[in-house]
C-alpha cells in the first residue's frame, strides 16, 4: 500500500478513534457523569429550542396571514405573530385549567360524599348474598369499617405527610425556584430563536459548510429540512386530531344527556395528544368520573368511546395524522412502544416523527442501492397471482 498523507491521516485516526473508545470503555462512570453534567447545563437551552420548535409551527400560520402584501406593517410582522401565538397558548391553557380544575374538583367531592353510602349498599348487597353462602358471614363481621377511625388515620397520616414536606422545605423549595428559573431562562430563548430564526439557520449552514464538505453539508441539510418537515406535520396533525376527537365526544355526549360531556371532551382531547395509547387514558378517567352519577350511562360512555374511537382511528386519524407523518400503522406501534418504553410520554411524542425520518431516509437508501445494483423489478415486486386452473371439459 502507498503511504501518502491521506492514508496517514486516516489512520491517525483510526487509532485516536480506537484509543478514545477503549479509555470510554474504561471510564463509564466518569463519562456518563461528565455527560449529565454538561446535559444539566444545557438543559435551559435543549428546553428553549424544543419550545420554539412547537410555537413556531402556530405562529407560521399566524404570520403568513399577517400583512401578506403590505410593506408598511412588515417589520411588525414577526413580534405580532409571536405575541398572538403566545396568547393563543395562553388561552388554551387557561380554558383547559379552567374547565378541569372545577371539574375534576366536583367530581372527587361527589365521589368522597357518596362513598359511605355507595359502601353501605354494597355491604347490603353483600348481606343478600350471606343467606346463600354461610362462610361469607365471618368476613362480614369482620369488614365493618369504622369511618371515624378512618378519618382520624387520614389525620393523622396528612400531618406526618405536611411535617416531612416541611422538614425537607429547604430541598423542596431550591428544587421549586431552580425549575421556575430553568423554565423561565428557556422561554426567553425561544423567544430569542423565533425572532431571529432565519439569521439563526444562515449562521448554521455557514458553519457547516465551513467545517464539513460541500457534499456532507448539503446531505446534512437535506435531513434537517426532511425531520422539521415531519416534527411540524405530525404535530399540527396530532393537534388537529386531538380538537376534533374531543369536540365530537363533547357533542355525542350532551346529545346524550351525559354528565361532564365539556370536562370529559377536553380530557379526551387533551389526553389524545398522545398518540394511540392516549385517548384510553382519557376513556378510563371519563368513565370513572360518569361512574360516580350513574353506573348505566358509565357503560353507555364506554359503548360510545369504542364507537368515536374506531371512527377516529379508521377515518381521522389515517387522513389527518397518518399521511402526514408517511409511516405505516406497525410501525407506528413500534415507535410508541419504544418511545414509551425509553422516555414515557415525552418519547411516544418524539419517536412517531423520529421513526418517520428514519424510515424515510432508510427507503431512500435502499432504492438507491436497487438501482445502483441493477435489481430488476420483478425480484422484489409482489408476485402476480397464481392464473386459474383451466377445467377439462
Not at 97 to 109: F, L, M
Not at 295 to 304: E, I, N, Q, R, S
Request: charged letters at 15%; a positive charge; proline letters at 5%.
Amino acid at each position: 500500500m502507498e503511504w501518502n498523507k491521506h492514508n496517514l491521516r486516516g489512520w491517525l485516526l483510526v487509532v485516536c478513534g480506537g484509543v478514545a473508545f477503549y479509555c470510554v470503555l474504561q471510564n463509564l462512570g466518569v463519562v456518563a457523569s461528565a455527560v449529565m453534567w454538561v446535559l444539566g447545563i444545557l438543559t435551559p437551552f435543549i428546553l428553549g429550542g424544543a419550545i420554539a420548535f412547537v410555537l413556531n409551527v402556530p405562529m407560521r400560520a399566524i404570520e403568513r396571514h399577517l400583512y401578506p402584501t403590505a410593506r408598511r406593517g412588515g417589520k411588525l410582522r414577526r413580534p405580532l405573530a409571536l405575541v398572538l401565538t403566545l396568547l393563543a397558548v395562553i388561552a388554551v391553557l387557561t380554558l383547559a385549567s379552567t374547565v378541569i380544575g372545577p371539574g375534576i374538583a366536583e367530581a372527587v367531592s361527589s365521589a368522597l360524599d357518596q362513598m359511605p353510602a355507595a359502601f353501605d349498599r354494597a355491604q347490603e348487597w353483600v348481606n343478600g348474598l350471606a343467606v346463600y353462602l354461610p362462610q361469607l358471614q365471618d368476613f362480614l363481621a369482620e369488614l365493618a369499617i369504622d369511618w371515624g377511625s378512618v378519618s382520624h388515620k387520614a389525620l393523622q397520616l396528612a400531618q406526618d405527610w405536611g411535617a416531612a414536606l416541611l422538614s425537607s422545605g429547604g430541598g423542596f423549595i431550591g428544587g421549586v425556584v431552580s425549575g421556575v428559573s430553568t423554565f423561565l431562562i428557556a422561554l426567553i430563548f425561544s423567544f430569542y430563536i423565533l425572532l431571529q430564526k432565519e439569521r439563526l439557520a444562515r449562521q448554521g449552514r455557514q458553519v457547516l459548510y465551513a467545517l464539513l464538505p460541500e457534499r456532507g453539508a448539503d446531505r446534512i441539510l437535506e435531513i434537517l429540512r426532511l425531520t422539521g418537515r415531519t416534527f411540524s406535520s405530525f404535530l399540527s396533525g396530532q393537534c388537529l386530531e386531538a380538537v376534533i376527537l374531543g369536540t365530537l365526544f363533547v357533542v355525542s355526549m350532551s346529545i346524550l344527556r351525559m354528565p361532564y360531556a365539556l370536562l370529559v371532551g377536553v380530557l379526551i382531547a387533551l389526553t389524545a395528544l398522545i398518540p394511540i395509547v392516549g385517548a384510553f387514558i382519557g376513556c378510563a378517567v371519563g368513565a370513572l368520573l360518569i361512574l360516580m352519577v350513574d353506573p348505566v350511562k358509565a357503560l353507555v360512555f364506554v359503548v360510545l368511546f369504542l364507537v368515536l374511537q374506531q371512527v377516529e382511528g379508521n377515518l381521522i386519524y389515517p387522513h389527518v395524522v397518518g399521511s402526514s407523518v408517511g409511516l405505516p400503522s406497525i410501525w407506528v406501534l413500534c415507535a410508541v412502544t419504544l418511545g414509551g418504553s425509553l422516555m414515557g410520554i415525552v418519547g411516544m411524542l418524539v419517536f412517531i416523527p423520529l421513526c418517520s425520518v428514519l424510515y424515510a431516509l432508510f427507503r431512500t437508501f435502499v432504492k438507491e442501492r436497487l438501482v445502483r445494483r441493477k435489481v430488476p423489478a420483478s425480484k422484489w415486486l409482489d408476485p402476480p397471482p397464481p392464473a386459474p386452473k383451466k377445467t377439462k371439459k
